[in-house]
């Protein structure tokens, strides 16, 4: 696995190690990290559109700072100047048994790419996917 988080599919203790790249670009996270050997917890997505805006999405309607710091620290690293203040999804689309959150996560950011708005994910994720 790649030591740096330059776009593509980490666990969350290797985004300690991130380093700036072109905008815009997505990233999904595994909650657990590496050196579990649990298979993974749980996928979250992260878009960051410019050094100013940035996205977490969660399809559990979970905050970033939930699963720990590392998720807002690397949002603050490639968004340096967001401040902190980047958008996030509250809304659970996910039901708490299902184990769909890679497919979740890989629909939200494929619909970033083609630069759908983030109340229009949620309400193709809600009429698509399970809740």
């Not at 991130?18 to 590496?34: D, E, H, L």
């Not at 999804?89 to 630069?115: E, I, T």
Request: hydrophobic fraction near 35%; proline fraction near 5%; include cysteine.
């Amino acid at each position: 696995m790649r030591q740096t988080a330059d776009g593509g599919v980490f666990p969350r203790d290797y985004l300690i190690k991130t380093r700036k790249r072109s905008y815009p670009f997505g990233v999904i996270i595994n909650t657990s990290k590496a050196s579990d050997r649990d298979g993974g917890t749980h996928w979250v997505a992260v878009w960051v559109q410019s050094d100013k805006e940035a996205e977490f999405f969660d399809s559990f309607g979970n905050t970033a700072l939930f699963y720990e710091v590392e998720i807002p620290a690397f949002i603050g690293c490639l968004a340096p100047h967001c401040e902190g203040k980047y958008k996030e999804n509250y809304v659970q689309l996910q039901h708490p048994s299902s184990d769909l959150c890679g497919l979740f996560h890989l629909y939200y950011l494929y619909h970033k790419w083609r630069r759908t708005t983030p109340n229009s994910i949620q309400f193709y994720v809600s009429e698509k996917f399970e809740k």
